[in-house]
């Protein structure tokens, strides 16, 4: 179980958790099954990747939460639907990192908590038309897309999350099929904007696929930086690999060094140039959260506490983190939320390495501020304006809300059996790869 606490005092919201998602569940079964997304205001349904093509995105997202939730007869539900319907042979182009985190990555965790190697098989089947936005290009930096039926690829205009978020989903594959092209071809790409850092030993976040020169001079540990990051960290932590080691710990050690900037005692993450150091900008994405719980699992644990300590503050002064806040005013400079669950994140990574309750608290208000706001008549809506009174709400839910914060809140405050909690890993999207207790 989960570090010493008093568990008592976490069942009813924890319960309260599985009531909302499952509520929000059977409106998506009722009314929107096997689509993308539902529109959690008008009860209508939205594709994501390619209009007029679902994958299912939301119930794939969905699968390892409702596993971990106990709740069995949707998993099967769900499991029933991609086993009958989910078809990859479609002719369009689909973004390569947001199909590999979402749909190689939901399916991954799908077959790791049940088992059943009919999951395995779509995931190796959707790695396999994503591999040649890898091996199609000069430098090993794959394209932003690529066709699922055709193999077509397109767009060398990239940055490093899109070309360094995969060695977690295509390592646990190589890993289970015992094929380590997809292993090689994810660590191949990292290896090249590493290879590239400045002298600072920062690296700005945009790069060509076709030549490997950068296109940009900023470095953000926010998007499009945040995930290059991560999966360093995460692909050491889960094969061992100590290449990725040092290069997290060499880009990091800069980042501590040079992109940390303290302000009436807070620590923050300012854009500056990978060349010259000089600050760019001052404003925080609500994204970059994430980066708090990253330096807490990876042995920076004071700088991660005092990170979240600075969205903290955030979430105080507004409710809902607006998408973007400058920190030398702590004015929102964009006021839409998308659901976002980046501050739930990392409250879960603190608390697992410190068991430190204020993170479960942090995350309590984090939910209870989202249930306030988000809820609409057949799901959660994102927020168009945070600092509206009411919150005003968008008739969308993507589709990483039915991987992510709810399952955070749920690991946070169930104790559940179905998670090792001292051995596990959970992707940038949240889908469980390691610590599941069938
Ligand atoms: O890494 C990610 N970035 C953006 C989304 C959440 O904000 C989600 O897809 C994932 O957490
Ligand atoms: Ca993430």
Request: aromatic share 14%; net charge negative.
């Amino acid at each position: 179980s989960g570090p010493v606490s008093a568990q008592g005092s976490w069942k009813p919201v924890a319960d309260t958790v599985r009531e909302e998602y499952l509520w929000a569940w059977r409106h998506y079964v009722d009314r929107a099954f096997g689509a993308d997304q539902i529109k959690p205001i008008s009860g209508g349904r939205e594709d994501f990747f390619a209009e007029g093509h679902s994958v299912g995105l939301s119930l794939v997202e969905a699968v390892d939460t409702l596993w971990l939730m106990e709740a069995d007869d949707e998993v099967a539900r769900a499991v029933r639907w991609i086993v009958d319907h989910l078809d990859f042979d479609i002719d369009a182009p689909f973004q390569v990192f947001e199909t590999n985190i979402r749909m190689v990555g939901g399916l991954a965790a799908a077959y790791h908590c049940t088992g059943d190697s009919r999951l395995l098989d779509r995931a190796e089947d959707i790695a396999d038309r994503l591999l040649p936005a890898f091996t199609q290009s000069p430098t090993g930096l794959p394209y932003r897309y690529v066709n699922l039926a055709t193999g077509q690829v397109s767009d060398p205009e990239t940055n490093i999350v899109e070309i360094g978020t995969y060695i977690a989903e295509f390592g646990v594959l190589s890993q289970w099929t015992g094929d380590s092209r997809y292993y090689d071809a994810a660590k191949r790409a990292m290896r090249v904007a590493y290879d590239n850092r400045t002298e600072l030993g920062l690296l700005p976040h945009d790069i060509n696929a076709e030549t490997g020169r950068w296109r940009n001079r900023e470095a953000t540990i926010g998007p499009p930086g945040d995930s290059y990051y991560e999966y360093l960290w995460d692909g050491y932590r889960l094969f061992g690999d100590p290449d990725l080691k040092h290069w997290y710990d060499t880009l990091t050690e800069a980042i501590l060094a040079r992109q940390a900037e303290r302000r009436d005692g807070h620590l923050w993450f300012p854009q500056i140039d990978a060349f010259t150091g000089e600050v760019l900008s001052r404003e925080q994405s609500v994204l970059a959260g994430f980066y708090a719980g990253l330096l807490a699992e990876s042995g920076h644990v004071d700088e991660g506490r005092a990170y979240h300590d600075s969205f903290s503050l955030v979430q105080d002064r507004f409710g809902v983190i607006p998408t973007f806040v400058d920190y030398a005013t702590m004015s929102a400079t964009r006021v839409d939320n998308a659901l976002r669950p980046e501050f739930a994140d990392s409250a879960l990574m603190l608390w697992l390495a410190t068991g430190d309750e204020v993170f479960r608290e942090r995350a309590r208000t984090h939910f209870e501020n989202m249930r306030a706001t988000s809820k609409a008549a057949f799901g959660f809506a994102s927020l168009s304006d945070v600092t509206a009174t009411p919150p005003s709400q968008e008739d969308t839910c993507p589709g990483y809300w039915w991987s992510e914060q709810m399952k955070y809140y749920w690991l946070l405050f169930s104790d559940t059996p179905r998670l090792d909690y001292r051995d596990n890993y959970l992707s940038t999207e949240a889908n469980l790869l390691r610590g599941a207790r069938r």
